[in-house]
């Protein structure tokens, strides 16, 4: 089985890639200044909310219900929809689906050249769909304005809502001067949205062919639902004579009440709008109106290797709001290329590591510092911290069980630390030990100079030394003090 | 009362003021402090590092030893989170029912330092003086999994002398993070580098916390930069009166 | 011999080697979740509607606020002059009637999409709206027109009348509940992007004008 989560292969880890990113002042600034309007709008629109907090729980509830009947909902829902007229299939994982998706383009293209209209879908990003297509002749036009910035210039995606939010308008106008020829293209934002409109009309009503994702598939009525903003998605989804969707299967949801949770916790969380100014909503096909092919290709790419373990199996509630992201003090400082993946910030480390095992995925899930910060803000209340923890449990087993990983530094440290701390006495034999190694390393009362694993401390910051006596030793004069002094009197 | 003191590790080892203080605010208040010897880690570093396995025996060593108190007092909100969050869990994971229980029946005798104050004994005032500005910054464990809510601030509030001021967007983590300011420095240095900015936009003389880590990585950064601003433990501010200074 | 699974089975087989078996039906799993979020607006009717007006104002949509239908004809007129347009798409049947007379008007009778791009306003009607969100549900076909008409004019004049405003989403969606199974949009405000710096730009793809005919007894 190939699974793949975008680009990750040639990825390096997070420290590595971070740095990099925190180099890069203008990435920074431009990150900061998206992520604080996102998150201030969203407060603004939380704050209305009386019951956000019900809201929250329900959906969780919902989510875990539907994932432990996944089976289930997943079988009603193709039923309903083939049905409707539309046709399911299922890939194992991302080689599988793009050959789907490929063969049916090709098949509906005839002898015409071979091109879609994309409306914005992480999965797609996911399983590299747009490269799969370019080789197999196949031409695809990302049509949600930032993944149209992302894709002109060669770039990938840095957030899972606001994929270009790594972009100021000055960089998105060189771009599209370029590949749209406007020489006289003015850099307000107005100016550039319209230049995609114009650009992109065009399209819309000539390609034959949309690839849609999903927010939400629908068991009870085998129906779609799209969330989105620009009216891309309405066109990609109405306008074409065959519509793709390509779907993870966990976003199959039972009932079409139960969006009366999602959706007031997505617009919100996600943008910080009370509601998208538009949900697109379809079962298979109807006659008169938009697309005569429906094709769904639910998708699994190591979505079902999480389902075991109930903590792993939080991940997968995951509405792709982006809330974590900006609410995240290292993407915050990062952005979203430094996790080496196309779903970044906290969502990606927890979501990469799990979905595939690549080498640099492994050093994701200490991407964090735990502060909670996602938690907080998630809709559908994955604790995010706990499942770092827990995809750390499963990394340090897999070091431990290597002989290479049992002695690397951090694995002995940790290990003799923990013998330590097994025995007071032994504990206060290394506190002594402490005071008096560190004597060399001591400049003007600090230490600044570290040696090992602790260099990477005082590469940035002082530490105070230890001072001479612990909090036991000074506890221990004490009581000492306290006897003498009963046995004078 | 008698009150069991978990000083934690670090603070031992680090910060012996912070005990010393925590003691001499309890004993002010007219209660009885124990030290139980024994005490080492109560096993956070292992646990969120990977290293289950290890926290296992660290966590039965430290409910062995507290599993009598009245009361344990930690003066280190994310020891206290470590506790609550996670003991209970790893008792369930060994399958040992004994354990499990004593797990329960001791967890609602730990109290943080300041929720010890407010919460349980009710004090706000605790007859301290501290002729500085102060400002506060709200550790994520102590804001996100304890709740500790405004406790810290009624605490500072009613020290005589003492000019609290905001830290704005206080609620940012400071890039501690245990072994996270080793394993990805740089963006450990980069959010703390962010932090102090805004400590030291607040003109305070002092910046404490419920954490010494965090006050640790706050004042490791405040220092290299060659600012005079001290880092000290709340315990530390509230056991100072006139006749210290 | 047996035969390779297909992708179906294989998944399906997956998943259910990695969950329990749940001894209670899904059904009544599903109906035990708790739901102790407001679903019903504590609004009265006129509050309500206020709500309704002054969220559709606060997403930039304009709202003529009528008594009753027989001023929807001036209405239209009025929207119509308002910006500037004189080509006007209906959905054929009872709203052809609301078309002023000095206007150009397509009737879908199922016209070309190059057709549908040279109309510059629709004229429909609507299934639902949310009042707290400022939110219009359309379900397609009928007065509501397909899909196609509503997305490429750049002005959607949307006829709501008073009791189709619902105080919150859950209340809307139950509403239309037996239709769930159809073309179903959902418009708040026309359509917009914050892709670049977050700045908020009305008009993208869809509909750069939304104007809303608010009409009915209260
Ligand atoms: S993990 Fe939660 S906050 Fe993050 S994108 Fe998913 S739903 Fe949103």
Redesign the pocket.
Known sequence: MSVRVGKTDRASSFPVAAKAALRNDQLRRNVRNATDIIRAKRALRIDEMPDWEQLRQAASDIKMHTLAHLDYYLEQFERNCEQAGGKVHWARDADEANTIAAALIKQYSGDQPAEVIKVKTMTSDEIQMNVALEHAGIRAYETDLADMIVQMSSDEPSH?VVPALHKNRFEVREIFREQMGLVDLGDQPADLTDAARSYLREKFLRIKIGISGANFAIAETGSVCVVESEGNGRMCVTMPNVLISLIGIEKVIPTFQDLEVFLQLLPR?ATGERMNPYNSFWAGVEPGDGPTAFHIILLDNGRTALLKDERERETL?????????NACPVYRETGGHAYGSIYS???GAILSPQLQSLEHSRSLPYASTLCGA?YE????K?N?PEILIHLRGKIVREEQATLRGSLSAECLAMRAMGTIFLSHRRYESAQRLARLGQKIFERNGQLTNLPGLAGAWTEFRDLRPLPKQSFRDWWKTRVEAAVSSEEAS | MRIALFVACYNDTLFPETGIAVTRVLERLGHTIEFPIEQTCCGQMHHNTGYQKDAVPLVRRFVSIFRDAEIVCVPSASCVAMIREHYELIAQQEHDPDFAREVRNLLPRIFEFSELLVERLGVDDVGATFPHSVTYHPSCHSLRMLNVGDGPYRLLRQVRKLELVDLPNQDQCCGFGGTFAIKNADVSAAMLSEKNREVLETGAAVITALDNSCLMQIYGGLHRQGSSVRAMHLAEILSSSEVDR | MSLPLTAREEILARIRAALPDLKVPVETSHASITRSYGRCSSLDRGGCLQLFIDRLIDYDTKVIELTDETELPAAVQQALQDAGEDRLLVPSGPLQTLAPENVNVYVDHGLTTPELDRAQAVLTTCEAAVASTGTIFLVHGGDQGRRALTLLPDHHICIVCRDQVYGSLPEALAAIRSQSARLITSISGPSATSDIEMVRIRGVHGPRRLTVLLYGDL
């Open positions: 899972i969380s509630d995951c509405i792709r709001c982006g809330a974590c992201l910030g906290p969502i996602c803000v998630c809709p559908v994955i995010i």
